[in-house]
Every structure is written in structure tokens, then in C-alpha cells.
């Protein structure tokens, strides 16, 4: 899609969230300016809808009009404007018509009955992409037909649906619920929330961008399904069935504890096949240590393993986070005295992710996260400030009891125990002429309250050259998390050498 710049508009590359906070002012501002239009096609639209505007308010009694009566209206006042072309005054009144009696450019969405929910990014700059998803019982997907023409039309599009029901938005509610008469939902936030995307700079290098932009969610009711129609055909069997098509998984190994020396990696190679197959398995993680260890660094490098067509929500107070798969990933920024990150992530849970990531877990925010991760957010993560991994345990348990529900710690503690499932502590040694960072432990928590350690670091002195000498010892998950990976289809690593 091709999406013009508008006079006036301003770009932002990385901006700070007082700088998104004034992009949304300035690009409702612009709303309001004659001269708005990034083409004549918008010009003449809004020339159009504004004389129909002020022919609809003096109709006496008749606010509620067929698409026929609009129809012949919008016509008649199109072709009173001999400047408009011939080839595009058909164009015009069918997409008013398309914004006033359906859902405009989401229309070809709306009429699918299997799609559920849909999420729109309009950037504020309309040389930005413009993306819209989908999605259904076959996944997450990106439209690849039209949408709106830029920010001005998406808004116009939006408060024409929400006057219906006497609402209204703009940039100062940063974040609105709406219902709609037959039960679809509308959550709509603007001035903390974009996307990213990895660009080319001046030397060919890849950089991170940020897209300030508004997110409109829509979801809906799909076709209500009778008990026959869900129920399973088959017949009943005596024994257990057999799948001879079955991916064929070794299921039969022998443990064995594995040693890596240390060479500079955060972690050894069995440690990182280990933690790919536990997000993509959608295991809910804390990544823990103090300042400059490494921890957002290994959030970023994780995200590469969500599987395709997954959505996350980056909840931070800046936009720092360089997720490996920007398509699917909505970013939220907090706004001090304006919108905090319990605010976020409150909005959050009304835009349906499939993983949400808090930048870093700290005050009453751990007691919103556990209630999301209870929730069924399979997969999502967060980072803390701790010593251990043990540690971690107590600092998440004490920023929750604070939550003013004054929560029970054993409930909490309940609650980590059961639904988070890896720890990854990191360290760093500061040496005199740079930093070691390592991960020196992590360990799955077990529903009986017990932790096992999956890898351990074990730092024996320095090397002759002032380097950190050490090894990653290596023990390996649960038999119960390989099981889950064999019922996942994923075999065990070469590198965690479990021979049969």
C-alpha cells in the first residue's frame, strides 16, 4: 500500500513518549486544517462530505436514511463539482457510503463470518505502512487489500461509528472502551502505542525504528455453533488409537550432565536450545539480574523463537525493546502523570495478545502480570531486578503482596510457582577493560514449589590475559518438559548430546 506524506506531517524516528505523547497532539491538530489532504482524491472526499454534512442537519425528522437515499444524495452533490473527474466521483460516494452504512476499507473483514477480531495501526506520518490483522481459527494474518487512506480518513472513519452511540475520540483519552448495540467491542489508544520495524541506514546497516501510530481493536461475536456441530464424530474404540502418520520423535534417551567452557556467550549452546524450545512451547518466563546485565538483550534475542503469526504486547516506559518479529508486535509506552504502565496494561488485555512482555516488573505491576499470565497468556515475560533466581521468587512476591487487593503471599507464591515456568538469572564481571555478561543460572519452577536447575555457570578464576574463565554446566529440563516437547513433535537437541 502506498501511503503519500501530508503536508505539515512530522517523522519520528525513535522518540521518546513525550515525543509520541505531541505527535498525537499535532496529528489531531492537523485534523482540523483545511489543507490536511495527502491527495486530491481526499481533498474532494472531504469537500464532498461536508456539504452532505450540512445538506443531512437540515433535513427535518430524517437522520436515519437508506443507503439508496444516501446514495442519490452523495451523486447528486459529486456532480455539481465539475472539477471532479468523471473516473472518480463513483470512487467517492462508494467509500462514504462504505465508511456511513458498513466498515469502510475493513469492510472485506467484516463480511468474512470467521474472523473474530481485527487490529489496526494508522501511523500518525502517512509515509509509514499502514497494517492491518486478522484474525480466525486459522491464525493471525496481515490484509493485504486496501485501508485507509491516511490518518485524517481513519479518524473520520472512527468517530462516524462512534457518534452512533454518543461517543467521541480524541487525543486526550489516550485510551477508549466502546460496545456496540450488538455486542462488538471497540478499544481504541493513541499517543503511547506504535509498531516497529528494522530499516536500512545510510551504510546498508540495519536500524530499529519506531512508528508512533494509533491502534483501533475491534473484536466480534463469530457464528454460534450447536452442541452437534462441535461435537466429535467418531465412533468409540476399545483401545487407545494408533496414528501411523505420526511425526516420528526418539522418545528414548539417556540424561547426561554436559560442560561448556566459557568463552564470552551469555550462554552455551544446549542452554540456548533450551530456552528457544521453551518460549516457542509458549512457557511464561523472568529474566532476572541487576542493571546492565544483559537481560533486556536476551528479551530481544528470544522473541525470534515466538512462532509466526503470534501476537505480543511490549508494555515499557520507553520504546527500548527491539522484538525479532515486528509484524505481529504492539508496543506500548507509559506516560508519567498521564498514562501509567498499569494503565497499559489494563488497555492491554482488551487488545486480545497472544504473549504480552513487561519490560521490567517492579510496584503493583507484578500483581497485574500474574492476573494476565493466570489469564491465559500463555508464553509472555517479563524482567526483575534480583540477586538468584530465589531471589527473583520473593522480590515478584513482595512488589505483588503491595497490590491494594492485599493479596496473600502464599497465593502468589502459588500462583509463580504453577504458571511461571523459567527463571534466567544473568551476572555481570566488570573487568578493567570491558564486562563479562553471563546467564549463571536457570531453573523451572515446579507446581510443588521447588526449583530445578536446568543450567549453572562456574567461574573458577582468570585467564592469563584478565578474562573470566569458567564453564556452563549443563543438566538439562524435566522429563516432563521432554515429554511435552516430544508431544510438540520437537526432538531433543544434538547439543544436549542425550544419546539413546
Known sequence: ?????????????????????????????????????????????????????????????????????????????????????????????????????????????????????????????????????????????????????????????????????????????????????????????????????????????????????????????????????????????????????????????????????????????????YLRIMVYLAKNHIISGSTGVGKTTLANALTGAIPKGTVLIVIEESPEMQPQNPNHVIRIVGREGVFTLAMAMKNTLRMYPDRIFIAEIRDTLAYVFLHAIQAGHDGSSTTAHANSCKDTIEVVTNFAANHESHPPREMIRDILYRRVHTIMHGRAVKKTENIARMFDEVVQLLPDQTMHTVMQFHQVGENEDGSVAGYFEFFGPTDEFVEEMFNAGIPIPDSWGWGE
Not at 1 to 24: C, E, H, K, R, V
Not at 53 to 59: D, L, S, T
Open 1 to 273: 500500500m502506498d501511503f503519500s506524506q501530508s503536508p505539515g506531517t512530522t517523522t519520528i524516528d525513535n522518540p521518546s513518549s513525550g515525543d509520541l505523547w505531541d505527535a498525537s497532539r499535532r496529528a489531531w491538530d492537523e485534523l482540523n486544517q483545511p489543507n490536511l489532504a495527502d491527495n486530491e482524491l481526499f481533498k474532494w472526499q472531504e469537500l464532498v462530505l461536508k456539504e452532505f454534512q450540512a445538506f443531512v442537519n437540515k433535513e427535518p425528522g430524517q437522520t436515519e436514511a437508506s443507503w439508496a437515499v444516501r446514495e442519490t444524495q452523495l451523486t447528486n452533490i459529486v456532480t455539481s463539482h465539475k472539477e471532479i473527474p468523471v473516473k472518480a466521483r463513483r470512487e467517492i460516494v462508494k467509500s462514504i457510503l462504505d465508511d456511513m452504512f458498513s466498515f469502510g476499507p475493513l469492510q472485506a473483514l467484516w463480511v468474512n463470518k470467521e474472523i473474530s477480531d481485527m487490529q489496526v495501526f494508522i501511523p500518525y506520518d502517512s509515509r509509514e505502512e499502514q497494517i492491518i490483522t486478522s484474525s480466525s481459527r486459522k491464525g493471525r494474518r496481515i490484509h493485504d487489500g486496501p485501508g485507509f487512506r491516511n490518518f485524517g480518513h481513519a479518524m473520520t472513519w472512527l468517530n462516524r461509528h462512534l457518534a452512533q452511540f454518543g461517543q467521541h475520540y480524541d487525543a486526550s483519552k489516550v485510551a477508549m472502551d466502546a460496545t456496540f448495540p450488538n455486542g462488538e467491542r471497540m478499544n481504541v489508544i493513541s499517543g503511547v502505542t506504535g509498531y516497529s520495524k528494522f530499516i536500512r541506514g545510510p551504510k546498508d546497516e540495519l536500524i530499529y525504528k519506531f512508528v508512533p501510530c494509533v491502534v483501533i481493536t475491534l473484536r466480534r461475536f463469530t457464528n454460534p455453533f450447536t452442541i452437534e456441530q462441535l461435537t466429535n464424530k467418531t465412533e468409540a474404540l476399545d483401545a487407545p488409537p494408533e496414528f501411523p502418520n505420526l511425526r516420528q520423535v526418539r522418545r528414548s534417551y539417556t540424561r547426561k550432565t554436559s560442560y561448556f567452557r566459557y568463552e564470552g556467550g551469555m550462554a552455551d549452546l544446549a542452554t540456548m536450545d
